[in-house]
């Protein structure tokens, strides 16, 4: 079946504008995450969403950072007034069900944003 | 603090030779530990976890709460085992997010 997909898979943008990073999960996985790979920091959680619940933002890095899911699938990361330092590649992931903390979780191909 | 350390950015080892990437975490209660995989131009993908007490693809890796750690081993490494491998934590009740460590690029020469 299909995998999370992510769009688009490039963005370059300016300092100062506002950009929205796009995620589809898995058909039927409940549990969404984001992370950010960037030289120098690994892999860094920024934010989780589990079914209804309220997400866990814990590890977004500022308040530039939100995101939403509708509906229980696609999710939205916006960030306003990028920075350079938010130049990274922002990784999807979905599982079928957190709460089972065993649960694989499967990566999207990741959007490389540059900020210039 | 929750926290995973992989100590090496780059481990290059010849086809044959026996391969160990080190992984040392920091956490007080009972972590979940995984080796996650990033071969080149592919997805981020789940290569073993802890609790399987698998061996894929000829790697292993033994969870020790003594010294924290859980070492990826092979004993003889392939070209295709080059990729970058990223040693992972889940410790947080309710929640399967990752903690993840730095990564080590793994090059395996022929």
């Known amino acids: 079946g299909a995998g999370v997909s992510q769009s688009p898979s490039n963005k370059v943008t300016e300092k100062g504008k506002d950009v929205e990073l796009r995620c589809d999960p898995i058909s039927g996985h409940t549990a969404l995450y984001w992370y950010r790979q960037s030289l120098g920091q690994g892999l860094e959680f920024l934010i989780y969403f589990q079914g209804n619940s309220a997400p866990d933002k814990s590890g977004l890095p500022s308040d530039r950072f939100s995101a939403e899911r509708t509906g229980g699938s696609v999710s939205t990361l916006t960030i306003q007034r990028t920075q350079q330092e938010d130049s990274a590649v922002y990784l999807c992931?979905?599982?079928?069900?957190?709460?089972?903390?065993?649960?694989?979780?499967?990566f999207g191909p990741g959007t490389r944003l540059t900020v210039l | 603090a929750q926290r995973v350390t992989q100590p090496e950015k780059l481990l290059s080892v010849f086809k044959g030779a026996p391969v160990e990437l080190k992984c040392n975490y920091s956490?007080?209660?009972?972590?979940?530990l995984f080796w996650y995989v990033q071969y080149s131009r592919q997805r981020l993908q789940l290569l073993l976890r802890h609790i399987s007490r698998e061996s894929i693809k000829g790697f292993t890796a033994d969870l020790n709460k003594g010294e924290t750690s859980f070492h990826l081993k092979k004993p003889f490494a392939q070209e295709e085992d080059s990729a970058m491998y990223y040693c992972a934590l889940s410790g947080l009740s309710n929640t399967g997010k990752l903690i993840f460590g730095q990564g080590t690029t793994l090059q395996v020469k022929p």
């Open positions: 956490y007080s209660g009972s972590p979940e």
């Open positions: 992931a979905s599982s079928l069900s957190s709460g089972v903390r065993t649960d694989t979780q499967y």
